[in-house]
Nanobody, 120 residues
Framework: QVQLVESGGGLVQPGGSLRLSCAAS????????MGWYRQVPGKQRELVAG???????NYADSVKGRFTISRDNAKNTVYLQMNSLKPEDTGVYHC??????????????WGQGTQVTVSA
């Protein structure tokens, strides 16, 4: 069974930084797009940043210039470096990946999420 496990969330003051990690484990053949989504109570889950298998990236307008997404294909891991954090960045950050498992079944996998709270 393929799963994604996030880490790195926490409480940080405005202007601070956090680095999120998401590692995929299990029987994996290949990972295509990976991304980070933010969930806030009462709102739809929104894409924060995405990265393709070739390294092409895209960001939500609200985080451009502050967040950087990267991946290590050898470790099946995606990262999100978050700088100059603002209170509105608060939320549960979920990792997502399109994965072809060792059984050659292709699916969209979500992590459980990690809480990020930006507050003074």
């Amino acid at each position: 069974q393929v799963q994604l496990v996030e880490s790195g969330g926490g409480l940080v003051q405005p202007g601070g930084s956090l680095r999120l990690s998401c590692a995929a484990s299990g029987s994996i053949f290949i990972i295509y797009d990976m991304g980070w989504y933010r969930q806030v109570p009462g709102k739809q889950r929104e894409l924060v940043a995405g990265i393709s298998s070739s390294g092409r990236v895209n960001y939500a307008d609200s985080v451009k210039g502050r967040f950087t997404i990267s991946r290590d294909n050898a470790k099946n891991t995606v990262y999100l470096q978050m700088n100059s954090l603002k209170p509105e960045d608060t939320g549960v950050y979920h990792c997502n990946a399109e994965i072809v498992a060792g059984t050659l079944t292709r699916g969209n996998v979500w992590g459980q999420g990690t809480q990020v709270t930006v507050s003074a």
